[in-house]
């Protein structure tokens, strides 16, 4: 076995080294153009993208070469059991991968650690290991997708999303993802890996551990077909509700112009000044906010996920850095990289020795515009010509603040757990004092609940428009009106509630209908990685969503069908019993995705039996 | 006992007949007997040898072999090998009178239609079976 | 003592609508070589892709040196040696290291066989198997699978496209080199000269059916060649018993037919035929009337 793990890394070695070559080449040149660690949207992808694309189709390429018949027959016949042979071939490509993707990441990072200043925190090593694990995802997908019999395996690429767009809320969020992917991706090569590759897989659990991430993407191309059999058709007709707005829907909104909204949602209010509010919206300038909940940093976080990477200060030519391993912001000259302090909680120190525990900050925070520092429970304002920390702002006990300062043109905007906060513009971004919010508005709903604000300035204050899908419960839209007034007074002006719908509720709930399981799952498994990510439900709060009754059944009508057609699909190809009936349950559980997923993994073409 | 040396066969066999292999093999080895050749008490090639020697598998010798064995032309000799047996009636005499009747048919009918005298034809034939006498014990005695 | 080393029955593999091999029932006795003729897509690289476990029939079973196809032991597959006319080898490595990789597998590797089968050849150890021309590929695919003492040794159209010198260094070394023990050789070739030097015995597989399995001269003796003159024109074929093929030249009608016996002549006199007379067959004739007899050749009765 080491001899066919050494012949079969010796085919690809010089090619391995070529691309680290040509990774550190690349590397370098980002590293003359910017700080090669902030993370940048761009670089990112494109890393992501090449080299994890690249192990993809390394993979395909490794597994093609060996399918070959002629070259199958010379792999596979020979004295060794296949998983050994697959262990051998595996090792190798995942050495090539090590080469070509770790070393120069290595390279990179270890290099700015030692000969620069930069600041190099331990999660920038822990990233090259992320790297790598995604790097392998990419691999085994691809050396499985030419093992296994199935049709659609590419379509796990997509699993990579759960990798790379979640801010996982631990660090084991953050690996055991990608751990468990690589150990089922594994057990499902070694399953897929025997004499005759045309067999398609008949073990229980494999089918299982593939069916259920296949479903999972299917899902969302089952979401597309309401084009084929709604959308288009309804275009086609010219009957379509984009095209024919429905009265009283929540969309209808958007016929009117922002300034002629608040007019639509007053129409039936019977509060006194609602006419006249609703023509002083028409000459208001108008900003949109929001109260939307930031994922906060986390200690240790993969550098994918930072904001903004430093606050710059021009006349002294400084850049502030924040360093997860200090729990500090250190300073260094721009040009001459010399450290010249470092910022804690309580304000500037000379050096990174004078600090103590006292001063790190608790949590990772953002870092806003040149000179913004903030946390959940405060906001800082950093004084650099008398290196001094400002608290700008706080919320009262128990408040936590939900995202970062908008910045709009009259005003600065902040959202709180609890409150809707309006400051002057000037007042925040020049004075050096706390800064008092001119209007406070409460929540009207929980601030999940919010899809919008719209913000209209009036002569005495504010009209905030308040609007969301399921603004009054599991969609009930609405939206409501609310006046700030100067002197602090907060008064609710009138509410819509949009009973109509735009689309039928199957078409709205398809989503849903098309597989409730896969949904809870999909849930379920966003949620445990990211808890405070409010677009993802908990159990608890699924369970309590209710549905029109006619969902219900068509729901369990689809499931039916499901399982009846796994079963009867697994009789025409003459399945094995204990995959039969591992796929009807898939079918009964899963629904339609599973469905699909039994169409790709199994023959197309009956190769029926003689009597 | 002293190691005899082994006498060259030298026959050729032609793919694309209409005769096995091993048939070729047994007339080449016969015809050799019949132009004295292959001397009595002569040894013959090994199977392996007479193998490598025409490029076939050896299987087909050996088959070869075993047919000489069967009409007597060759003898085995324990540990030593195959030898050119002594010559004897191997056939019986209806069987040689069938076997001359058929060649003499064969013959007549090939040259009848020829322009030649019937001394001539005869001459050939007494010719032809002179230079076959040469250098073998003939394999027929008068009755 | 396993009796045959391939033994098939009632194989059948369909793929969709095509039937590569049909009910194909074939037993082979250990020792000798086996020729198997047959023309392109007679279903032999099926049947070899079955025999070694890389194709599942749809039906029957097929068994290697005694064990099933569908479970072939590691143990097994190191008895059995596969050699095709690609002579796949990895292409990335040096003739020497091919060599010693391949040794590394088998565990009754003869290197004194080695050395004698590459003999035969001029192959250079340290050129890369890239480098290397067909026939000395061929050759160093040869050395490899007689060192490694197979049980069973499986050729398909090892010498297609050798030049002449390779060719004849590949059949000498393949006949005459001394191994220790009986191993059973499966060659299968287009080529007549080749079949007539080599076959102890004749296999014949026509559209995933078994024709024959004989000695060769069996079959040839199987078929006979008869020239007749219908002035009436060639009856249909299924009142010639046997019939394989026919062919008409200079007015007469050359039929070949198969199993029948002296008395076939009366018989086409029976249906009309105004003269008789036999001609003889060789081996490649026979083959060829025995796998036309299914193809669509211009009828040239008349």
New interface residues.
């Given amino acids: 076995m080491l ?1 066919l793990f ?2 079969e890394f ?2 690809y070695r010089k090619w391995s080294f070529v691309a680290m070559g040509v990774f550190l080449a690349a590397f370098a040149f980002v590293a003359r153009i910017k700080p090669f660690l902030q993370p940048e949207a761009t670089q990112m992808a494109l890393s992501f993208l090449i080299m994890v694309g690249g192990s993809l189709i390394f993979g395909l390429m490794q597994m093609f070469l060996h399918k070959r ?6 792999l ?6 296949p998983h050994q042979i697959l262990l051998a071939l595996l090792a190798a490509g995942g050495a090539v991968i090590t080469i070509a993707v770790v070393i120069p990441w290595f390279v990179m990072t270890a290099g700015i650690d030692l000969f620069t200043n930069d600041i190099v925190d331990i999660r920038h090593y822990v990233f090259i290991l992320f790297f790598l694990l995604s790097c392998l995802v990419g691999y085994l997908i691809g050396t499985l997708a030419v093992l296994n019999a199935s049709k659609g395996i590419l379509l796990l690429v997509v699993l990579m999303l759960l990798l790379l767009s979640p801010d996982p809320v631990t660090n084991f969020w953050q690996f055991f993802p990608a751990t468990a992917i690589i150990a089922s991706l594994l057990y499902l090569n070694f399953v897929s890996f025997k ?5 398609h897989t008949s073990n229980p659990l494999a089918i299982a551990l593939l069916a259920v991430p296949m479903s999972g993407v299917l899902v969302y191309g089952l979401i597309l077909s309401t084009g084929i059999f709604y959308h288009i058709p309804l275009f086609v007709m010219g009957v379509h509700p984009d095209n024919n707005p429905v009265e009283d829907s929540f969309g209808y909104m958007w016929n009117f112009e922002e300034k002629e909204r608040p007019g639509y949602v007053l129409a039936n209010s019977q509060h006194p000044k609602a006419a006249l509010f609703a023509k002083q919206a028409e000459l208001a300038d108008v900003e949109w906010i929001n109260t939307y909940a930031w994922i906060f940093g986390r200690q240790g976080q993969l550098p994918m996920k930072d904001g903004q990477y430093a606050l710059k200060h021009k006349e002294s030519n400084t850049i502030w850095q924040f360093s997860h391993d200090h729990m500090l912001l250190e300073g260094r000259h721009g040009i001459s990289k010399k450290p010249v302090g470092v910022i804690g909680k309580n304000g500037f120190l000379a050096a990174l020795v004078d600090a103590t525990d006292a001063d790190r900050f608790d949590a990772i925070p953002f870092l806003v515009g040149d000179k913004f520092i903030q946390t959940k429970k405060t906001l800082y304002q950093v004084n650099f010509d008398e290196r001094l920390l400002d608290i700008k702002f706080q919320p009262a006990e128990g408040t936590t603040i939900l995202g970062p300062p908008q910045f709009r043109e009259n005003f600065v905007a902040l959202a709180t757990s609890k409150n809707t906060l309006i400051f002057d513009k000037h007042e925040f971004l020049d004075e050096y004092e706390v800064a008092v919010p001119e209007y406070s508005v409460p929540h009207p709903v929980a601030p999940e609940n919010i899809l919008n604000i719209l913000t209209y300035r009036m002569v005495d204050g504010y009209i905030l428009m308040y609007m969301g899908r399921h603004y009054l419960g599991f969609h009930e839209s609405a939206a409501e009106i609310i006046h700030a007034k100067l002197d602090g007074g907060v008064e609710s002006i009138g509410i819509r509630k949009f009973s109509a719908k735009k689309h039928p509720a199957w078409v709205m709930h398809w989503e849903d209908i098309v597989s409730p399981v896969m949904r809870v799952l999909n849930n379920m498994v966003h949620h445990a990685i990211e808890p405070t990510e409010t677009g993802h439900k908990s159990f608890s709060e699924l369970m309590a969503q209710r549905y029109p009754s006619h969902i219900y059944w068509i729901v369990g009508i689809f499931q039916m069908v499901s399982a009846a057609g796994c079963y009867f699909l697994c009789r025409r190809h003459s399945v094995e019993k204990q995959a039969t009936i591992t796929w009807t349950i898939l079918g009964a559980v899963i629904s339609l995705p599973a469905f699909v997923a039994c169409m790709l993994m199994n023959p197309w ?6 009597a | 006992m002293h190691m005899s040396k082994t006498s060259t066969v030298n026959i050729q066999i032609v793919t694309g007949d209409t005769r096995p292999i091993f048939k070729q093999i047994v007339d080449g080895v016969r015809m050799e007997i019949a132009h004295g050749n292959l001397a009595t008490g002569a040894k013959l090639p090994s199977v392996r040898g007479l193998a490598m020697q025409l490029m076939i598998n050896a299987n087909t010798v050996a088959k070869a072999y075993a047919d000489l064995t069967a009409q007597g032309l060759v003898e085995a000799r324990q540990g030593l090998g195959l030898f050119v047996s002594e010559p004897r009636q191997l056939l019986s005499d209806d069987e040689q009178e069938k076997r001359l009747k058929t060649a003499v048919e064969a013959f007549v009918n090939d040259v009848a239609y020829l322009e030649f005298s019937e001394a001539e034809i005869l001459a050939r034939i007494a010719n032809a079976l002179t230079k076959l006498g040469n250098g073998s014990a003939k394999p027929h005695e008068e009755n | 003592m396993v009796q045959h080393c391939i033994e098939t029955n009632g194989l059948t593999k369909r793929f969709g609508k095509k039937t590569a091999l049909k009910d194909f029932t074939l037993a082979v006795e250990r020792g000798g070589i086996h020729a198997i003729v047959g023309s392109n897509g007679a279903g032999k690289s099926t049947l070899f892709r079955i025999l070694l476990g890389m194709a599942t029939p749809t039906s029957g079973s097929a068994k290697l040196l005694g064990e099933d196809s569908q479970n072939l032991s590691a143990q097994t597959r190191g008895r059995a040696g596969y050699v095709n006319e690609e002579h796949t080898l990895p292409l990335w490595m040096k003739a020497r290291e091919v060599t010693s990789f391949q040794k590394s597998f088998y565990p009754l590797w003869n290197q004194e066989i080695y050395n004698s089968v590459i003999g035969y050849f001029d192959v250079d150890p340290e050129q890369k198997v890239a480098g290397l021309s067909r026939g000395e590929r061929a050759g160093l695919n040869l050395s490899m699978a007689l060192a490694q003492a197979p049980d069973l040794l499986v050729l398909d159209e090892p010498t297609l496209g050798l030049d002449v010198v390779a060719k004849q260094s590949f059949l000498e070394a393949l006949m005459f080199t001394e191994t220790d023990g009986n191993t059973t050789i499966i060659y299968c070739s287009h080529q007549m000269e080749e079949i007539e030097r080599v076959a102890d015995e004749l296999i014949i597989m026509e559209k995933g059916t078994l024709q024959n399995n004989s000695s060769p001269e069996a079959f040839v003796e199987r078929i006979s060649y008869w020239i007749g003159d219908f002035v009436n024109g060639l009856p249909v074929s299924d009142k010639i018993p046997g019939y394989l093929s026919a062919k008409k030249i200079d007015g007469q009608h050359h039929i070949m037919v198969a199993d029948q016996g002296a008395d076939f002549g009366q018989h086409l006199k029976n249906i009309g035929a105004e003269t008789v007379s036999q001609s003889s067959v060789n081996l490649e004739r026979a083959i060829n009337a025995f796998l036309t007899k299914n193809h669509n050749s211009p009828d040239s009765r008349v």
Avoid: A, Q
């Fill in positions: 001899e050494k012949s010796l085919r018949p002629n070259h199958w027959t010379y596979v016949h020979r004295p060794v059991p004499p005759d590759l045309s067999k073409r009956v190769e029926k039996t003689t």
